[in-house]
């Protein structure tokens, strides 16, 4: 504001107007990288519900089709596990507060 030395009503209005602006401009590639970043985050938790969905969808065939074991071998349980983990990991990122700022600010 003391760089600009407004010179009257009008121009300490204006110099108002040119800070807020200024300020608002260098905030969006911040707004523009926690978006990014929440699309990456959304990305990871889509992905971990469809891997945790298709081991789900083993078990399921399995008990329907009535085959020898009706439960996930130990090596598919433990694929199942960390399928799992991944997307209670890959939702937790999704609480990040900038992300939820950016909900906000999209409507």
Do not use: N
Not at 10 to 17: T, Y
Not at 53 to 61: A, F, K, L, N, V
Not at 80 to 86: I, S
């Amino acid at each position: 504001m003391t760089s600009l030395d407004p010179q009257g009503e009008l121009e300490a209005a204006l110099a108002e107007k040119i800070v807020a602006d200024f300020w608002r401009l260098r905030r969006v590639p911040i707004f523009e990288a926690t978006l990014y970043r929440r699309g990456c985050a959304e990305l990871r938790v889509k992905q971990a519900d469809e891997s945790v969905r298709w081991y789900e969808s083993i078990e399921s065939h399995r008990i329907r089709a009535l085959l020898i074991s009706k439960d996930l071998s130990p090596d598919e349980r433990k694929d199942l596990e960390d399928a799992e983990q991944k997307l209670f990991l890959a939702r937790t990122q999704l609480d990040d507060l900038s992300f939820k700022v950016t909900r906000v600010l999209e409507m």
